[in-house]
């Protein structure tokens, strides 16, 4: 799979893959690691084909501040590209909640991460302004492995006895549909 721009991706999949169902995710991926891994391929799953953003240098480091990223957005798209199970890969310093972005890949399921700092309430807010600019699908939320992340590992090369890692724990999914 090769990496493309976002601009071609809309093209390749009216002609190529008509009626099959699209899921889209994005996210940093940086110090690529076990979580990541996980979230896309269950993502991957949820559909035929599967879009993903890596997102760009500037928003990484607009987004988790200005040490980050620590690998860059070619090294991290080299790593995503190389996954058999996703099908399109681009990169963009564009939020993936832009309309523009949801709209041009037009997802039947959009893929969110469930974030650590966020209120059921704030999600409920998050995803209706989500399916606002959705013409179409559903958003499904994935819980994070809490106990693994790209800032643990970075603790854990600073304080070694502080890393905990348990692989088999399962991430959860939760669907919500657009209504028609």
Known sequence: MNLLKLKE???????????????????????????????LYTASQLG??????????R??????GKERPFMDEKERAQIITSLKFVNFAFISNT???????????????????????ETNLDRKIREKTILTKMT??????LEQTPEISTTKIVSALI????FHFNPRKNLSMKSTSLAN
């Open 9 to 39: 991706i809309p093209k390749i999949i009216s002609d190529e893959y008509q009626g099959k169902r699209v899921v889209f995710m994005s996210g940093a991926f940086d110090l690529f690691h076990y979580g990541h891994f996980h979230a």
């Open 159 to 162: 304080k070694p006895n502080d």
């Open 136 to 141: 179409r699908g559903r958003i499904v939320w």
């Open 48 to 57: 035929d084909i599967f879009v993903l953003q890596i997102d760009g240098n």
């Open 95 to 117: 939020p993936s909640e832009d309309i523009r972005t949801l709209q041009m890949i037009n997802p039947d399921v959009f893929v969110r991460a469930k974030l650590h700092t």
């Open 59 to 64: 928003l990484v480091k607009n987004r988790k």
